[in-house]
């Protein structure tokens, strides 16, 4: 069983957590409803990890913490709205350096940059080869944002990190740990010394994250890297404590896993199943899979 050492924080709240870790949550207007942000912080260093999404409900939100929780640098996990969207508002306010891992710097930086009738014909073409009508993809756009709607202005650069590098805060030691799969190259950061991992998106306590194969790379196989991406994580204490980034600050690291991957590999089986049964495009699988409405 997960054990929840904390309480989480209401919506616009942050609260300290010990060992330099203050624990903040923004509200979201999508299913997720929220995102949990992270402050890392030594004596007079500090880390923000992560934004929440581009709106001003969520600017005011900042407004109130910075003030006593400045940062010299921001750590952006991935490239999502949600927790990219506010990153060039925040680094100006904080007056900071933004980290990102380079395949997550640049596909933010190709979707912020891409022509939005471009954009538009690449998904009608790529959701129409998997089986989806016309009419579904009207009603699916107009729902849907655009990530240029949902994110601030490019910032001008960045500081790279890759899997392996160590990142101090103070005398704190927490070393990267990129992961394939929610996305191309989430960052998340272990602490040996206080064994923690904060995990982003790729490790959550209820869901399994959103492995997705996206227009913009429709050669990918994002389920695969992020079952492969297990192994590394084992290799973790069993009892590590884990901050995602959506759910609560929970324990049982390795539980999480076996679950995540059992899952995973009985979803598979039940869509073997049904294309045997009966062939049919990836569109017509997602009621099958998913009962509910999306």
Not at 72 to 79: A, I, P
Not at 102 to 130: G, K
Not at 231 to 246: G, N, S, Y
Not at 255 to 283: D, G, I, K
Request: with cysteine; charged share 20%; proline share 7%.
């Amino acid at each position: 069983m997960l054990s929840y050492p904390f309480t989480a924080p209401q919506d616009g709240e942050c609260i300290d957590i010990g060992g330099g870790v203050q624990w903040g949550r923004l509200p979201l207007p999508i299913a997720l409803k929220h995102v949990n942000v992270f402050r890392l912080s030594d004596g007079d260093e500090a880390l923000w990890v992560d934004t929440g999404w581009n709106s001003a409900a969520l600017r005011d939100i900042w407004r109130q913490w910075l003030p006593q929780n400045p940062a010299q640098r921001l750590l952006c996990t991935h490239y999502h709205p949600d927790h990219f969207g506010l990153a060039d508002w925040l680094l100006q306010q904080l007056d900071a350096a933004l980290l990102m891992s380079q395949q997550e710097w640049l596909v933010t930086a190709a979707l912020s940059c891409a022509d939005p009738h471009i954009v538009r014909e690449r998904q009608r073409a790529f959701y129409a080869e998997h089986g989806m009508s016309s009419a579904r993809q009207q009603e699916h756009y107009e729902h849907d944002r655009s990530f240029r709607q949902s994110v601030g202005p490019l910032p001008a650069g960045y500081h790279a990190l890759q899997d392996g590098d160590a990142l101090p805060i103070g005398r704190q030691h927490w070393r990267v740990m990129t992961a394939a799969g929610h996305s191309p190259e989430q960052v998340c950061l272990y602490n040996a010394e206080q064994g923690r991992l904060l995990a982003a998106d790729h490790v959550l306590p209820r869901i399994s994250p959103n492995t997705s194969v996206m227009w913009f790379n429709p050669g990918a196989n994002p389920l695969r890297d992020y079952l492969e991406s297990f192994a590394r994580f084992l290799d973790l204490p069993a009892d590590t404590q884990v901050l995602p980034c959506h759910g609560e600050v929970f324990v049982g690291l390795h539980e999480r896993l076996h679950t995540l991957h059992a899952h995973h590999q009985q979803r598979l089986e039940e869509c073997w199943q049904w294309c045997r049964e009966r062939p049919c495009s990836v569109f017509a699988l997602i009621p099958k899979m998913f009962p509910r409405p999306l």
